[in-house]
Every structure is written in structure tokens, then in C-alpha cells.
């Protein structure tokens, strides 16, 4: 082989690979699909793919070829420009219509010989079901994309070691998104119900690092109903307009008369306008949203909640959390756990039968480290798993203060991404400048001094160390982030409560007027943590079940 060809073959290899590198870097690239459908049936698809400097790209020795990926999506039909944003992205767009639907699907054959395909694996099944309706016809689509790098099986790739490492540490970083946009008449959802503010588009996060199921539902009229609807709702009108048209000139007082008559007739379209209304909505989201929530709420899946107390804190730190949950039937207080301070575990199971149990965890040594914390929630969930003897795929964690910052922080050392929610509650993901005034007192006697208090100093080694993971935050996990902002001072400050939101974009944040020791014990807290975790279908993604 010349050299000539060895070149094209290397070539060829970086296309193939092309996707696979997007999905390697993570935090540093970003891809959008922008679908539009057309009256005609044909679809517009608009791909943004595009990279910032980063670290890793050099550790990886990745070199960017923009102009020969431009040649081949020029090659396989698609129009290409620069692509550059304020926030240091540089690459292409790649733009290209396809006749119809059955067209598209030569995506998957592009998507093996570059980047002017789809990020999906060339395997993922479509399951499209249609469902009568009275007006509108739907169809639903329920789809998967694993992204998952074990899922991933490319010729000549065979990571192992420290890279494979890397790469499942920033693969959780993928960003990205897919859009679908419609013709007007025509309303889609995502499977949780319609939203008014975006009927004609439809929006999904994909997450790095797990299977993620999305469903799409495209309401398509029914043109024969709605044909008849209008021919009965005109010859309605007429008979109306002369039966009212009748009874005026009967009447001694036709002027009177006819007043009464335009304002009844008013009302009687209004109600009429406003059955068609509100029978259109029902048909086209009751029964998905219901059907949303029960996957999400009354599922049979095993999901524990394991929640984690601050500074100082006990066992009763969340005892008021699990007696809401188990009085609204939402879960169950299922657990205590203590940890010793060398890191023994006891635990005692109050309840069997729950498939929502919340486990609350206590360490003996509340004024532990950072590290120390992190290690010890493993410990008890590992011992909870081993007590209960039942596995699970999912989980979800709550934190306050200090907790919440060992949650995260366990997240972020997991090999396995199997906690699906976080709630956090007014935790110094950043520190609190108090802690620095702690440590000046410890100087003088004061017993301030203690590890966790020297861990929530902003300028800490412990911080410092979580911090520097969060850009490798798994942005599958769904957050939701509650800031203290009442009594006589502040003790985190909201930059610090919420730095979360730096880090993903699948979260709720609320600050609420409520002071760091009790806002995890009010009810509207409560009321909204356990719609959160509990109640109803992912606020930010569509619902996802395994």
C-alpha cells in the first residue's frame, strides 16, 4: 500500500470515527439537529457540529480537519457553512432536504462514513403507532438512543486503561440536542402532554452515558371530521340566525328584542366555540398525561431515596421530609443508616414492601470531611443494598447543606450513572465565607475548626477537588436546587447554592424566603420536592423508563 493510500484510509478512519470523537470530548462539543417538516412531507435537516479548545483534545491528540469534513458532507448532498458563537465554539452547519420521511433514513448509512449524519446507533428501532381520534389522529413514536460507550463498537477502537477512563468521565458532558419543528395545523409533544407555548416544536436533551427513551406525538387533523364539524356547526348558525330572526318580529318590542337576541345568540357560539376547545385539548393531552405520570409515579421499579444530612445534622434532619412523603402515600420511610466514625454501617430496615423507601442516613461524626462523607454514603448505600437484598438501576439522593455537597460529590466519583434525581437543599457547592470566619476562631479556642468547617472554606483543598469534577457532571441527572434567602443573615449565598446550573441545564432552581436550618422542613419545599421526585414525569426531559 502507497502512501497515497494509506492517507485515504486514515482519512476515512477520522470520518468514521467523527461522531464517536464528539461523543468522547463531552463538555467541548456541542450538536444540535434541527428537523423542519414541510407540508409536502419533506424535511429540512439542519447539523450543527462544533468544538471549543480543551484539554482533553490535546491529551487525545484530536486535530480538527474542518475543510475535509466539509468535503465529505458536500459529497453525501448537504450545504455547509461556518459555524462560530460567543462562547468559543467554532465548526459547520450542514444543511439538507430530504423528500420525505423514508428518505431520512439513509441517515444511519451516512452516519458510518462521517459527520453528515445522525448521532444515533445504526441499530435503533423506531416504533410508530397510530391512535383515532374524533378530530385529530395521533401518531406516536417511541424511540432510544443508548449512548452508552460500552454500546459504542467501532472498528479499530478499543479503549482501555486511563483513556477509557477519560472517556466515561467526559462522555456524561455530551451536549447534545435534537429539534423538531412542524407545519401549522399540525401539534407535537414530547409524550408528557401539549404545551401551548411550543405546539409546533418539539425540543430533547440526549444524554452521554446512558439509554436515553424519548417519545414523540404529532397530532395530525383529521380533515373528513373537521369537514363535517364546520358543515354541521353553518347549517347550526343559519337555522339559528332565522329561528332568532322569527321570534324578533313577534314580538312587541323588535329593538329590545333583538339585543336579547344577538347577545343569547353570542353566548350560544361562545359555548359552543368553547365544547370544540376544550374536547380539541383533551383529546390531545389527558390521556398522555396521565399515562405520563403513572409510568412516572406508579411504576413497579425498586427506586430508594437516600437522604443525607449537613453539618451538625442527625438522624431527625429529614424525618420530617419522610413523614410528608409517607402521609401524601408518595413513599415510605424505609430506612435508617448510621455510619461510625472508622466507617462501620448499621442499618435498620422499617419498611419491605415500599418500592419508594427513603433511607435516611446518619453519620456519627457529623463534622466529617468532605471526603470522608462521600465515602460514607457509599458505604451505606452498599450496606442498605446488602440489608434489603434488592438491587436497583436507579436512585434518587437529597442533601441539605453540607449533604448535599457529599451527594454531588458522589456522583460525580460513580463509575455507574444510576442516580436519575438530586435534590439539593441551600448546599455550598462553593463554600460559605463563614466557614473562613470559623477557622479565625478555632486561632482562639472557639471549637470551630472541625474538618467539614475547614472543607466549607472557598479557598478549600476539598472544594477545590469537587470542583474541579464538575465539568464532568452527568447531565442525565435531573437536579433541583432550593436557595435559603430568610432570617437575619445569609449563611450560603445563592452563587453558591446554585452552582449547579454552571454545570447542567437539566435543572429547576428556586430561591425561597426561608432561613439554612429550616427551608428543608417547609411545606411548600416539601410540596415541591415531592412533585419533583415522586409525583410527576421529568419537568425537564421527556419521561424515561428502563
Not at 167 to 187: M, S
Amino acid at each position: 500500500m502507497n502512501r497515497s493510500e494509506v492517507t485515504s484510509v486514515k482519512k476515512k478512519t477520522l470520518l468514521f470515527l467523527f461522531p464517536f470523537l464528539f461523543l468522547l470530548i463531552g463538555g467541548c462539543v456541542r450538536i444540535e439537529y434541527d428537523a423542519t417538516v414541510h407540508y409536502d412531507q419533506s424535511v429540512t435537516l439542519e447539523t450543527t457540529y462544533a468544538f471549543r479548545d480543551h484539554p482533553v483534545m490535546k491529551l487525545l491528540n484530536l486535530r480538527l480537519d474542518w475543510e475535509t469534513w466539509k468535503q465529505q458532507a458536500n459529497d453525501n448532498g448537504y450545504a455547509t457553512r461556518d459555524y462560530s458563537s460567543e462562547d468559543d465554539y467554532e465548526g459547520m452547519v450542514l444543511k439538507k432536504t430530504f423528500k420525505n420521511v423514508d428518505e431520512l433514513q439513509n441517515i444511519k448509512q451516512e452516519w458510518k462514513t462521517g459527520p453528515a449524519g445522525v448521532l444515533v446507533p445504526p441499530d435503533v428501532e423506531f416504533d410508530v403507532q397510530k391512535e383515532d381520534g374524533i378530530w385529530f389522529d395521533s401518531y406516536v413514536l417511541k424511540t432510544n438512543l443508548d449512548l452508552r460507550l460500552d454500546r459504542v463498537d467501532l472498528p479499530g477502537v478499543n479503549l482501555s486503561g486511563s483513556p477509557k477512563e477519560l472517556a466515561e468521565r467526559y462522555i456524561r458532558q455530551a451536549d447534545i440536542r435534537f429539534n423538531l419543528t412542524v407545519p401549522t395545523g399540525v401539534f407535537v409533544e414530547d409524550g408528557t402532554g401539549l404545551d401551548p407555548r411550543s405546539m409546533k416544536q418539539v425540543e430533547w436533551q440526549v444524554y452521554g452515558g446512558r439509554q436515553n427513551n424519548m417519545m414523540l406525538v404529532a397530532h395530525v387533523p383529521n380533515v373528513k371530521a373537521w369537514i363535517i364539524t364546520i358543515v354541521v356547526a353553518l347549517i347550526a348558525s343559519v337555522t339559528a340566525f332565522f329561528v332568532w330572526r322569527r321570534s324578533r318580529k313577534n314580538v312587541g318590542n323588535p329593538d329590545r328584542t333583538s339585543i336579547r337576541s344577538r347577545v343569547l345568540g353570542m353566548l350560544i357560539i361562545l359555548l359552543a366555540l368553547a365544547i370544540i376547545i376544550v374536547t380539541v385539548r383533551e383529546e390531545l393531552t389527558n390521556d398522555r398525561k396521565v399515562e405520563a405520570i403513572r409510568q412516572a409515579a406508579q411504576t413497579d421499579e425498586f427506586i430508594p431515596t437516600f437522604a443525607v444530612h449537613g453539618l451538625l445534622g442527625t438522624d431527625r434532619t429529614f424525618l420530617r421530609f419522610s413523614q410528608y412523603m409517607e402521609q401524601r402515600g408518595l413513599a415510605k420511610d424505609g430506612a435508617l443508616c448510621t455510619v461510625t466514625a472508622k466507617g462501620a454501617v448499621d442499618c435498620v430496615i422499617n419498611d419491605y414492601s415500599s418500592n419508594r423507601p427513603i433511607v435516611r442516613i446518619e453519620y456519627e461524626d457529623a463534622e466529617a470531611s468532605l471526603n470522608n462523607q462521600t465515602k460514607w454514603l457509599n458505604l451505606a448505600i452498599e450496606e442498605y443494598k446488602a440489608e434489603r437484598n434488592r438491587s436497583f438501576d436507579r436512585m434518587y439522593v437529597i442533601g441539605h447543606s453540607m449533604g448535599g455537597v457529599a451527594a454531588a460529590n458522589y456522583i460525580l466519583n460513580q463509575d455507574e450513572y444510576i442516580v436519575d434525581k438530586l435534590v439539593t437543599f441551600d448546599s455550598p457547592f462553593a463554600g460559605t465565607r463563614l466557614a473562613n470566619f470559623g477557622l479565625s476562631a478555632s486561632n482562639f479556642g472557639v471549637n470551630t475548626g472541625s474538618p467539614a468547617i475547614r472543607d466549607l472554606s472557598p479557598s478549600s483543598d476539598g472544594l477545590k477537588s469537587f470542583q474541579a469534577k464538575l465539568e464532568t457532571w452527568p447531565r442525565s441527572v435531573q437536579v433541583y436546587s432550593f436557595s435559603g434567602r430568610g432570617g437575619e443573615f445569609n449563611l450560603i449565598e445563592p452563587s453558591s447554592s446554585l452552582l449547579l446550573e454552571e454545570y447542567t441545564n437539566n435543572i429547576g432552581t428556586e430561591t425561597v424566603p426561608y432561613d439554612h436550618f429550616s427551608l428543608h422542613r417547609k411545606t411548600d419545599v416539601l410540596r415541591e420536592t415531592g412533585e419533583f421526585l415522586y409525583e410527576y414525569s421529568n419537568e425537564f426531559n421527556p419521561v424515561e423508563t428502563q
